[in-house]
């Protein structure tokens, strides 16, 4: 009777997992689907507990609920701005927990070698990857890549150490190799991370989170346990496949970003320009007097909390001066994908409004006004002009290409690409400079005047 009450809540737990993932792949759905991973999830852990006979325990009841209660802390907590950082440190808190079953697994005398050294070194690397990468996006000054002489060098040769490591493990069953390849691996996890450029974090951050499913799933192998390869499986290739369209949209390798190759070829700041400056009150006037509007935010938009202000402006522009306004999204605008499309939903922002990059780009030939907020790189015309840069071939909003541009900044800095943008000093630009929250406030101001 209890291994039929596992065995069905383990079908359940799959089945919740599946459909949370398909559900959460459109934004009408995605609460819903939210609840489904959170009820596979619960009824993965009660089937665990039967099936171990640990439910009676105190222990591991008491461990579970403080688990459970420091993610609902840090959830309700985080900023959405932080949202990174805290998927990097859930990644590398995931691949702590592979390397630790690991661990005691072999230290108890599990014959399954093979499964267990993949999952101590595919969770060592996530795990202290992913420390590196929370500390790039936490703290700006630690955002820039790290190289030195022979970096790569001294990487082939953590390797080659870690590679000796695991075959004396598994030829001669020496303990302390294994625990030596645990550390070997970690070590190479960090020195992988490091040459990586604040703009690329996010990227880096999909491919750890693939590698920390994958850990679960050499867990799961070696435990027997269906739901860990099952869920494991569904987050590497998950990972695996944010990674993908997250090159893709910037048309770059996976190669090139992981070496760390987009920060080294930034380009310095073109200081010497001068851009012209708005006024929140010129927006309004240009607005009102407009037929079609595109706004295009960036992660200004995050840091300023702006997307209530931006809503309650773009509905006033269709309600009281019928202005057709639609908001263009690039795939990797922000710190992750479907960031601005998370901060819109968050403000009501209707998703029939809400178009991604190849959807809208034809349409800014015929916009009267363009509103951007701190979206830098994602419209920057360098992508298709300057071969030298290194952008060059990134797809790009075509922000350019709009009658007037209004552009929110708190000044004329570079993106995290560290190049400079012509957009700034075209003859229909204007800069906003300013709180983006504080700017588009004034532009309500002067709409409701």
């Avoid at 439910?55 to 579970?64: A, D, E, R, T």
């Avoid at 310095?268 to 009150?281: D, F, I, L, N, R």
Wanted: with cysteine; aromatic share 10%; charged share 10%.
């Amino acid at each position: 009777m209890i291994n039929l009450f596992v065995n069905t809540s383990y079908l359940l737990a799959n089945t919740l997992m599946i459909l949370s993932i398909k559900l959460l792949s459109s934004p009408k759905t995605a609460r819903i689907g939210n609840l489904f991973g959170i009820c596979g999830m619960f009824w993965a852990i009660i089937a665990a507990l039967i099936s171990l006979e640990l439910i009676s325990h105190i222990i591991p009841i008491l461990v579970i609920l403080s688990g459970a209660l420091a993610g609902i802390c840090i959830a309700y907590k985080v900023k959405i701005t932080s949202l990174p950082q805290m998927i990097a440190a859930f990644n590398g808190m995931g691949g702590l927990a592979a390397a630790c079953i690991s661990l005691s697994e072999i230290s108890s005398g599990s014959e399954e070698w093979l499964n267990n050294t993949l999952s101590l070194v595919i969770g060592s690397i996530t795990f202290c990857g992913s420390i590196v990468a929370f500390a790039k996006l936490n703290w700006s000054r630690l955002s820039a890549p790290l190289h030195f002489y022979a970096q790569y060098i001294v990487n082939s040769l953590l390797f080659l150490l870690g590679l000796a490591f695991g075959l004396c493990f598994m030829i001669h069953g020496n303990i302390s190799s294994f625990y030596a390849l645990g550390a070997t691996a970690g070590v190479l996890g960090f020195m992988l991370v490091l040459p990586i450029g604040g703009a690329d974090i996010p990227i880096a951050i999909s491919v750890l989170n693939a590698m920390s499913g994958w850990a679960c799933v050499f867990v799961g192998l070696s435990l027997q346990s269906p739901v860990l390869i099952i869920i494991g499986t569904i987050v590497g290739t998950g990972g695996t496949f944010l990674a993908r369209v997250m090159t893709k949209a910037v048309n770059r390798s996976l190669f090139n970003i992981l070496t760390g190759s987009f920060a080294l070829a930034g380009h310095g700041s073109e200081t010497e320009k001068t851009a012209q400056q708005g006024s929140p009150q010129d927006a309004a006037f240009l607005m009102e007097n407009a037929a079609n509007i595109i706004i295009v935010p960036g992660y200004g938009l995050a840091s300023a909390h702006a997307q209530y202000a931006l809503k309650n402006m773009a509905d006033i522009l269709r309600q009281t001066y019928h202005v057709n306004v639609k908001f263009a999204i690039h795939p990797v605008a922000g710190r992750m994908p479907g960031h601005m499309n998370v901060l819109l939903a968050e403000a009501d922002v209707d998703y029939a409004d809400v178009y991604e990059l190849g959807d809208i780009n034809h349409e800014f030939a015929a916009a009267d006004v363009a509103y951007v907020i701190g979206a830098n790189d994602i419209t920057n015309p360098k992508a298709k002009t300057d071969a030298s840069s290194p952008i060059y071939g990134m797809p790009i909003l075509e922000v350019a290409k709009a009658k007037t541009i209004f552009f929110v900044k708190r000044s004329l800095a570079s993106g995290y690409s560290g190049i400079d943008n012509p957009l700034f000093y075209q003859p229909n630009t204007y800069m906003l400079y300013g709180d983006a929250k504080a700017v588009t406030e004034e532009i309500i101001k002067a709409l409701e005047a």
